[in-house]
């Protein structure tokens, strides 16, 4: 039974500030990395999806798990790459 | 001024455990998402580089930022993709 490999990608929305990225950014300046401009740190997930034959189907299961499961949609953008 | 937008993706080397994805597996299992046979949990950081026209320096530039602010490379590998 072949198995299908995703990736789905949770970042804050725009308008949302992200404390953490800023942290690293300030960070990266004082280290000397002065031409970095902004950070914005996200999470993803690596998904094994068992006995998934139809991309189709697997992608509305997916995009059903990470608007359900994965992301907040109040604060968080979310994007689903299915990869084999 | 162009500015330069890259993505730096971290996640445990395969050899170290990810509790918080095997909960994540866990829970999408017992929501009836059967058929989800393994979930990695890994971060990415969107950074921008103001200024940034050689690329290949950029490259540099943030693999070394990778290596020694964004990941622990004892338990953890980085992937970098340079966007724009």
């Known amino acids: 039974m072949r198995a299908m490999k995703a990736r789905v990608y949770v970042s804050f929305k725009p308008s949302v500030l992200d404390p953490q990225g800023q942290t690293i950014h300030h960070a990266l300046n004082g280290l000397g990395?002065?031409?970095?401009?902004?950070?914005r740190q996200g999470k993803y997930f690596e998904i094994t999806m068992r006995g998934a034959t139809d991309r189709e189907r697997a992608r509305q299961e997916l995009d059903q798990i990470a608007r359900d499961v994965l992301?907040?949609?109040?604060?968080?953008?979310?994007?689903?790459?299915?990869l084999e």
């Not at 990395?33 to 950070?39: K, Q």
């Not at 992301?71 to 299915?82: K, L, M, T």
């Open 71 to 82: 992301s907040n949609p109040v604060i968080e953008d979310y994007r689903i790459e299915v």
């Open 33 to 39: 990395h002065a031409e970095i401009e902004d950070v």
